[in-house]
């Protein structure tokens, strides 16, 4: 029984190898993920022990969102933001929520509009980082820097093209995704804000009024009763007239 060997390339076992190891990191960032998601629950409901303590914690849950402080804590790495940022947020939410009537659909949608603002900012911060980087490989003393490959150290290009190229396919799309998610939610949370238009249903009116700018037309049964009784006796005087040209 023999044995077939393939010859493979460099190129072909560097590509192989950089799927599996970004696959291989996709899985352990998803199970690092799955792991704290499922011990921060697990941490929360240990505190849960009796009925009182969970009526506790919903009342308390209600004041956290009543306050903006849950919307805030959801963002994420909240002990790593800013303090001018947070206090931002929270004002903008609060105001959103104040302009309302307070129900709950206008809440969410206040605390949605915030967390796309947010995440509209956190890009744009993003954006301004790698322009500083790109800036310094088209202006700095050196020039341009040769990105070369892990393995090998063969050159594979330059490092400013790799910069210039994740910011054309990757910061602004998701930039402008950012923007567009914004708009969407402000919008839709306008139209909910929105009174309804008055439904004028009109069978019999004694009196209408036709509004036009400066103008009021006023329109009542009695002038159309007249209008009516006017016109068939203009008609027959018009009919009994002699016309001008049997006159010649």
Request: hydrophobic fraction near 40%.
């Amino acid at each position: 029984m023999s044995e077939t060997t393939v010859e493979r390339s460099d190129a072909e076992l560097e590509s192989w190898y950089r799927e599996w190891k970004a696959e291989r990191d996709q899985r352990v960032t998803q199970m690092r993920r799955d792991a704290r998601a499922v011990f921060h629950a697990m941490e929360g409901w240990q505190r849960v022990t009796t009925p009182e303590v969970w009526q506790a914690t919903c009342d308390q849950a209600g004041q956290d969102y009543r306050s903006g402080r849950f919307s805030i804590e959801q963002l994420g790495a909240s002990r790593h933001l800013d303090p001018t940022l947070m206090a931002t947020l929270w004002g903008l939410r609060q105001k959103l929520v104040a302009e309302g009537g307070k129900t709950a659909a206008e809440s969410m949608l206040a605390d949605v509009a915030v967390t796309s603002y947010y995440n509209s900012l956190r890009i744009q911060r993003w954006i301004g980082d790698l322009a500083i980087a790109i800036e310094r490989e088209f202006f700095g003393e050196h020039g341009p820097t040769a990105r070369f490959e892990a393995r090998n150290g063969r050159v594979e290009g330059l490092v400013l093209e790799a910069q210039l190229e994740r910011m054309a396919e990757e910061l602004l799309p998701l930039q402008e995704r950012a923007n567009r998610m914004l708009l969407r939610n402000l919008k839709a949370l306008a139209e909910l804000r929105r009174a309804p238009a008055p439904s004028v249903a009109i069978g019999q009116a004694g009196q209408v009024n036709l509004g036009n700018g400066a103008q009021q037309v006023n329109l009542t049964q009695d002038a159309d009763r007249q209008h009516d009784e006017v016109m068939p006796s203009q008609r027959r005087r018009a009919a009994t007239k002699p016309n001008d040209d049997s006159l010649k």
